[in-house]
Every structure is written in structure tokens, then in C-alpha cells.
């Protein structure tokens, strides 16, 4: 079974500044996909950015940037440029990709953000 | 395009109670998947259906809790019976699982309290 690792519960970063979450996971699958979902205090998820694993080159979405590094199985989010509207939790999730997996999400514990003004 | 709707936002029970949550897809979406998120913790998967199918119910207790998505109307996740432990916020998300689209999109939850 897959599982999704992000050691660090909590974490804060000044206004302005950059800050990397660390997600690692274990798979024996070769074809899936990797997502950061941001949980805001309204609890909604909202989706931050995706990975697809057969991409070598790492996603981008504004100030939003993953290090991705299949065969360490690590994904990490850096948040560039922070702003207060980013703190919130932050999860890590993982998706099989291959034909009959399944089509579940598998989660993280999460880490809570803090940005400091 | 409306988001994914799910009612009611929050439910109070009392135990021995029933709770019945309810989810509507996004338009032109046929797949849904419900989470439940406990205290504290990240969010884990119940169950993946679609029209009339329930596809995945590895995530779902065996006993007091069943789920329904019908040809007409809403996903529905019924939990008899209502425990304390029951007590989390239940997403549920949908997809259209079409060719190139793999992203689920997430209700804003229902927080279930139980009494």
C-alpha cells in the first residue's frame, strides 16, 4: 500500500520570504500522480499544484514550485515570495496513475503553515 | 459552473442516531469519492462511486456506514447508528474522469458532531 510522510507538523515563515514543505511517499508503482492541497481555516481543499511521476521537469504555478525526486520519492512544495493568505495546512497527497489502480487519494498528516507579517 | 456542493455544513447527532450527508457533484462529473478527516489528522479515503456503482469501498468501517450515488439525485453517505468516534469532517469530491483529467475537486465538507 501506498503511504505519503510529511515530518514536519508545523512550520512558519516571514512575509516575503521562502519556504519548503518536505513530502516523501512510498510506492512500488512507476505511473502516478503527486498533489500539494491547501486546507484554509474554511477547511475547504483547494488544489495548489500536480505532478505527474513520468514528468521529469518539475511543476510550476505562480510562486508555487515542486522539487521533484522519483527515485528518492520525495516531492517537496516551495512557497516563493510568501504572503499571509498562504498560511493554512498543507497536504501532500498521492495518486495511482496505471490502469486498475485505484483512484483514491492517499494523504498525508499535513503540516500547518504559519506566515509571519 | 457550480462547484461541488455538499449539505448540510455542519450535523449534530446524538448516539445511536442517524446521519445522512449528502453530495452533489460538479456538472458533467460521474465520479465521486468521499474522505473522512478526523481531528488533527490528514484526510483518508472511504469510498470511490459512480452512477449506480460503487467502484472502491476499501476505505469504508464494514459496519454502520453505507454509501449510494443514483442515476438521479445526490451521493449519499449514511452512517448508522452514530458513535463519538464518528465525529470528523466528511469530503467528498468529484471528477470526470475523462482522458487526461485526474484532478478531484473537494465539497466544502460536512463536520459531523456527535453527542
Same mark, same amino acid.
Given at each position: 500500500a501506498q503511504t505519503v510522510t510529511q515530518s514536519q507538523p508545523e512550520m512558519s515563515v516571514q512575509e516575503a520570504e521562502t519556504v519548503t514543505l518536505s513530502c516523501t511517499y512510498d510506492t512500488s508503482e512507476s505511473d502516478y500522480y503527486l498533489f500539494w492541497y491547501k486546507q484554509p481555516p474554511s477547511r475547504q481543499m483547494i488544489l495548489v499544484i500536480r505532478q505527474e511521476a513520468y514528468k521529469q521537469q518539475n511543476a510550476t504555478e505562480n510562486r508555487f514550485s515542486v522539487n521533484f525526486q522519483k527515485a528518492a520519492k520525495s516531492f517537496s512544495l516551495k512557497i516563493s515570495d510568501?504572503?499571509? +493568505?498562504?498560511a493554512a495546512m498543507y497536504f501532500c497527497a498521492y495518486r495511482s496513475a496505471g490502469q486498475? +489502480?485505484?483512484e483514491k487519494l492517499v494523504f498525508g498528516k499535513g503540516m500547518k503553515l504559519t506566515v509571519n507579517p | 459552473n457550480a462547484g461541488v456542493m455538499q449539505n448540510p455544513r455542519h450535523l449534530v447527532r446524538r448516539r445511536g442516531q442517524e446521519a445522512r450527508l449528502r453530495c452533489s457533484p460538479m456538472k458533467g462529473h460521474s465520479h465521486v469519492y468521499w474522505y473522512r478527516q478526523l481531528p488533527e489528522e490528514g484526510l483518508k479515503f472511504m469510498v470511490y462511486l459512480q452512477k449506480e456503482n460503487?467502484?472502491?469501498?476499501?476505505?469504508?468501517?464494514?459496519?454502520r456506514f453505507s454509501a449510494e450515488f443514483p442515476k438521479e439525485g445526490p451521493s449519499i453517505l449514511r452512517i448508522q447508528?452514530?458513535?463519538?468516534?464518528?465525529s470528523a469532517a466528511y469530503f467528498c469530491a468529484s471528477s470526470?474522469?475523462?482522458?487526461?483529467?485526474n484532478e478531484q475537486f473537494f465539497g466544502p465538507g460536512t463536520r459531523l458532531t456527535v453527542l
Open positions: 510568501s504572503q499571509l +493568505g498562504d486498475g +489502480g485505484s | 460503487i467502484i472502491d469501498e476499501s476505505g469504508m468501517p464494514k459496519e447508528q452514530v458513535v463519538r468516534g464518528d470526470p474522469r475523462l482522458a487526461g483529467h
